[in-house]
């Protein structure tokens, strides 16, 4: 059999006619009507390298304090992230599937986030927090961190937060 034109061809020259259409369509505006949004995440510091114990997770809000903004920093002792032994992590408390809530689910023995009280997704915090088993097929939105002395900030969020189009417009 001959195909005509590949899934991925078409999907592509798909995405490009829509994207031609949406132009066009936007072209009898005035472009001092559309303002540049640029969304920055603020520099927050969330807690201090001296306080941090080996597995004992502590609570933040990040980006910001609205829904599905509540968060852990973790000393893992494995590998995996910041500061001098670069085991220091920071993820986002919610499941990607359906939002359950993760706090309370930190297991030290396997460095994992869960099992989900809803649908028992468990997610891998020395690899990102990709998902390890359960019915979430995104990772865990991990909290990027910064470390200046003894002090530990978040500055951005790889991974889109639940309930949120956008991490910074929730």
Known sequence: ?????????FLLSSGVATS???VSMNTGMAATQMPAIMSTYPRKKIG?????????????EYPDEGAYAQSMLVKLGAEAGVGPQKDIVAFNYF???QGGD?????????????ACPLHLSTYDLTRHGILI???????????????KGDDIYAVG????????????QG
């Open 20 to 22: 031609t259409v949406m």
């Open 1 to 9: 059999g001959k195909c005509l034109m590949s899934r991925r061809k």
């Open 48 to 60: 201090k390298l001296s306080a941090l114990k080996d597995d004992a997770p502590v609570g933040f």
């Open 102 to 114: 993760l706090s309370g689910t930190y297991k030290a023995d396997t460095k994992s986030l869960g």
């Open 133 to 147: 088993s359960g019915q979430a097929y995104q990772s865990l939105p991990q909290v990027l961190l910064e470390v």
């Open 157 to 168: 969020v790889f991974g889109l937060i639940f309930g949120r189009y956008d991490n910074l």
């Open 95 to 97: 499941c990607t599937h």
